[in-house]
């Protein structure tokens, strides 16, 4: 059974800095890694899908790196911003299933 | 394309009510999800349909529960007898199937608060 873990839960950091947020998965048996946004009180929005044949996706002041092998998987972003404040969640879509599943999530705060 | 649509995105009702909520999926997107999220936490799975076909149906769903998508287009998630456990945010997704796509997309939600 897919388990997915997000560390830290909680990330509070001065505007600027660069700063990685962490996903790690159980099953490595999966087909897509997807990232997601989360503003309080709203859905989810998707920031980058990363394919099982891929290490890595790119936008804008997004990274996101994924290693099959190990279970793991990065979210980088650079020169953060005071909006970029919300809870960001990593959700794997796992061979032999119809679902993503989700991790619990990482609270994001920036500091002005 | 405007996206995927939930309705109604604020629902209070008292025990024992009856509600349902509807979603409006991505138009070309065949794969339809249902999950619930509670404070604090990820979302957790609930149903699936490939078109009008449910495919998938999580322990968490209850037989108060019921969802359907008939003619694989809109999906209506009805709960039955609510009870205050089943206060939380309702969210669907929707997405176009095959290996190699899947990318997953979201509605804004339906909250709903049992008194």
């Known amino acids: 059974k897919q388990e997915v873990t997000q560390i830290p839960a909680a990330l509070s950091v001065p505007e600027g800095e660069n700063l990685v947020l962490n996903c790690s998965f159980t099953?490595?048996?999966?087909?897509?890694l997807q990232w997601f946004r989360q503003d309080p009180g709203k859905g989810l929005t998707s920031l980058l899908l990363?394919?099982?044949?891929?290490r890595e996706q790119t936008s804008g002041r997004l990274n996101a790196s994924l290693d099959k092998s190990s279970g793991r998987s990065t979210l980088y972003i650079a020169a953060s911003q005071p909006g970029d404040s919300a809870t960001y969640l990593c959700?794997?879509?796992?061979?032999?299933?119809?679902?993503?599943?989700f991790g619990t999530g990482t609270r994001l705060k920036v500091l002005a | 394309d405007t996206g995927v649509s939930q309705d109604p995105r604020h629902k209070i009702t008292k025990r024992g009510q009856n509600v349902t909520f509807r979603c409006d999926p991505i138009?070309?997107?065949?794969?339809l999800y249902w999950y619930r999220q509670t404070l604090g936490q990820g979302p957790e799975f609930l149903t699936y349909?490939?078109?009008?076909?449910?495919?998938?149906k999580s322990r968490l769903l209850s037989d108060r529960f019921s969802a359907e998508r008939p003619k694989g287009s809109f999906s209506t998630l009805e709960i039955q007898r609510t009870e205050q456990g089943d206060s939380a945010m309702y969210l669907c997704?929707?997405?176009?199937?095959?290996?190699?796509?899947?990318?997953?997309?979201f509605g804004e939600g339906s909250r709903l608060t049992v008194l």
């Open positions: 997704a929707s997405s176009l199937s095959g290996v190699g796509t899947g990318e997953l997309f």
């Open positions: 099953d490595s048996a999966i087909y897509n």
């Open positions: 990363i394919q099982s044949s891929q």
């Open positions: 959700a794997v879509f796992t061979s032999g299933t119809y679902k993503y599943i």
């Open positions: 138009s070309e997107h065949n794969r």
């Open positions: 349909f490939q078109n009008e076909a449910q495919l998938e």
